[in-house]
Structures are given as structure tokens and as C-alpha cells.
């Protein structure tokens, strides 16, 4: 899956058995999906998973690994991934704003970019298929850019993968659960709290005031294929100035992460987040008691944490100049578990098997 700020991918298991051991029917709620890494791994374990999230390339990526069924469109995926490899280059909007006007990938691979995108959109492929081979693209795209992981800003000199040629491949679309038909929501968490029914929801909100959409900024382009005008160095896209989730303001925070809380309709309630975040675990824990009526039953996985690429690597201007130094490399992941009823006896041997220190398994 492409490279993404704030993935789960080393806390997939510890996700999965904790749902494994406190869900008690198969539908998932998945409110912050991003990659939906989470979503994808559930959908494996043969869950039913929800999965929402506002950004256009985050919907694509949820309906391609949760709501997209193998049966349905590898045979159709496999066929277009064949024609579009061989499609030659055709320069237009992508290759000028991000290999012209910016550097983040070599023209080109921009040209096929375009190409493979223009042809896309002259298909009119059924919503699932389109979403695979978005994806596809996208993916095939961050195998080639010229990033320290976010969009931001790119390298000042080429990335050794930046000069490797543009290839898609499909893309590892599960078989249907036999839960049932998996759904991809693209709406802001609350509404998609209230409109879902789940028996466990988890809960994975932006930390901090730095904005998805600006972080990756080019596959919402490039799935939202509109065009848009862009401003700065990195040319983002003119919406990235105002079209900010709630979540990443921190005098708006709290109330607006007790709002999502109570909104959701699940018996257990499963929150990462970490000691960088906008509250701090006191503050968390202080929001998940207060729900069921104020009788919520509470446990905390503690998990000492490698942070994200880009802290491993220096901090990088806007024309991807190091300019600073990185103050510590790893923090404090918490999993955080709210229910209706005790929940530490089924996941007390999780709290032996985390990557650091562990804490917590203690109802309140």
C-alpha cells in the first residue's frame, strides 16, 4: 500500500486480536480509514468492515481493499492493468504540475501517469473496478515519487526510485466475507457514526494539525481528477487552505472528539492514538469513561513506537532541503478500549505481546 503517515501496519495483529477477543458480532466500523490497512486486515479475518473516511484517495483505497470483492473484479482488473501498461506516455495536467512545476516524480513517468488516469476516466468502469485500478495507479505511482513519505514537499535531488519505470500491478483485493458484503463511506466521522450500526468500532483520528489532504495532496488529485489550481512549492491544490478536518485543530479537539464518541453506536469502542496527539492519556481516558451512561469499562495497550519515515531521515524544507535536526525517533502508541462491559479479562494476554512497555488491562 502506499507510504502513509500515522499507518498501522506494525500494530495490524494487536488490532486484530483485540477485536478478535471483544467484538461480539461481525460488523466493524472502521471511522478513519486512510490506507485501510485496518479495514483490509479485518475483511481477512472475516469481518463485515465499515469503512469511512472524507478524502477522495481514502474512499478509493476503501473501496478497493474493503468494499471490492475478488470474484467480482480481478478477472475485469487484470485485463485493464495489461492495456494500461502499455499505453505510452501523454503529458498533460499531472506531468506540468507535478514533474514541471514541481519534482515530484520524472516527466516521465508523469506522461504515463496522465495516460493511464485519461484512460481511466474514459472507461467508465463500475464503481468497484474503478476504485482497484485508481488504486493501482496510485500505487504504482508511489513506487516512483521522489518523497521523504508525505507530499509536503519532494527530494532536492531524485530518489534512486524516482528513475524506475511506472508499472501497475492488481492489487490484493480480498474474497467477500462471509460476514457479508464489506462498505467503503466517504463522509466526516461523525455522520458516519450515526448512520452505522456496528458491534465494535475503532477509532483512528488525525493527532495532530497537520492535514491528510495536505500531506497527500497529489492522489487527491490525481483520484479526484478535476484539476484543480495549486499554490506553493509543492502545488497543492487551492482546497488544502480550507478544506481541514476538525481534528486537526487542538482547541477543537476535545469537543470534537467527545461529539464523535457519543455519536457512535457500538458496544465497544477500540481508539488509537499517542503521546504526541492533542491529549494526552489522561485526557483520553477521561473522554471513553464517560460513555454507556458514565459506566464504561476501560483498558489502555501501551506500545513503545519507531515515528513515522520522515522523523527517521531529518526534517526537510519545502524544496526538500534538510534543515533541522529530529528530536527522538520513537513514541508512545496507545490502544485504547471503551465498553459496556469488562473487557480486561479478554485481552489480558495482549498486553504481554507489544513492542515496548505495556501498561493498562484494568477495568474502571
Not at 475503532?202 to 495536505?214: E, F
Not at 500531506?215 to 502545488?235: F, I, M, Q, T
Request: net charge positive; with cysteine.
Amino acid at each position: 500500500m502506499i507510504k502513509y503517515l500515522g499507518s498501522k501496519r506494525r500494530l495490524l495483529d494487536l488490532i486484530g486480536d483485540a477485536v478478535g477477543r471483544l467484538a461480539a458480532g461481525p460488523t466493524v466500523l472502521d471511522l478513519f480509514s486512510g490506507t485501510s490497512r485496518v479495514g483490509h486486515a479485518l475483511k481477512g479475518r472475516g469481518y463485515r468492515v465499515v469503512a469511512n473516511d472524507h478524502n477522495a484517495f481514502a474512499h478509493a483505497l476503501a473501496r478497493c481493499y474493503v468494499a471490492a470483492d475478488r470474484d467480482s473484479v480481478e478477472g475485469p482488473a487484470r485485463q485493464l492493468i495489461e492495456e494500461f501498461n502499455r499505453l505510452p506516455a501523454a503529458p498533460g495536467y499531472f506531468t506540468d504540475t507535478f514533474c514541471v512545476q514541481s519534482r515530484f516524480f520524472q516527466p516521465k513517468n508523469g506522461g504515463r501517469i496522465d495516460a493511464v488516469r485519461e484512460a481511466i476516466a474514459a472507461k467508465s468502469l463500475p464503481p468497484d473496478l474503478e476504485a482497484v485500478m485508481l488504486v493501482s495507479l496510485m500505487e504504482a505511482a508511489d513506487r516512483v515519487d521522489s518523497t521523504t513519505g508525505v507530499q509536503m514537499a519532494y527530494l532536492k535531488q531524485w530518489a534512486p526510485r524516482a528513475s524506475k519505470d511506472l508499472v501497475l500491478r492488481m492489487p490484493d483485493v480480498l474474497p467477500r466475507s462471509p460476514a457479508g458484503s464489506s462498505v467503503a463511506l466517504c463522509l466526516e466521522a461523525v455522520e458516519a457514526a450515526g448512520r452505522t450500526i456496528a458491534d465494535l468500532a475503532y477509532v483512528d483520528p488525525p493527532y495532530n494539525q497537520h492535514s491528510y489532504l495536505g500531506n497527500y495532496h497529489v492522489w487527491e488529485s490525481l483520484v479526484r481528477w478535476d484539476k484543480p489550481a495549486v499554490y506553493g512549492v509543492a502545488c497543492k491544490r487551492l482546497d488544502c487552505r480550507d478544506r481541514r478536518s476538525i481534528f486537526n485543530s487542538r482547541p477543537r479537539f476535545h469537543e470534537a472528539m467527545r461529539e464523535l464518541l457519543h455519536a457512535i453506536q457500538a458496544p465497544v469502542i477500540l481508539v488509537s492514538f499517542n503521546n504526541e496527539g492533542w491529549l494526552d492519556r489522561a485526557a483520553m481516558e477521561g473522554l471513553l469513561g464517560g460513555l454507556f451512561g458514565g459506566r464504561a469499562h476501560l483498558a489502555t495497550i501501551e506500545t513503545d513506537f519507531r515515528r513515522y519515515v520522515g522523523a527517521q531521515i531529518g526534517i526537510h524544507n519545502l524544496r526538500g532541503e534538510k534543515v533541522g535536526t529530529v528530536s527522538h525517533t520513537r513514541n508512545t502508541e496507545y490502544l485504547y478500549v471503551a465498553s459496556d462491559r469488562p473487557v480486561a479479562a479478554a485481552i489480558a494476554d495482549l498486553t504481554g505481546r507489544t513492542h515496548g512497555r505495556t501498561v493498562g488491562a484494568g477495568d474502571t
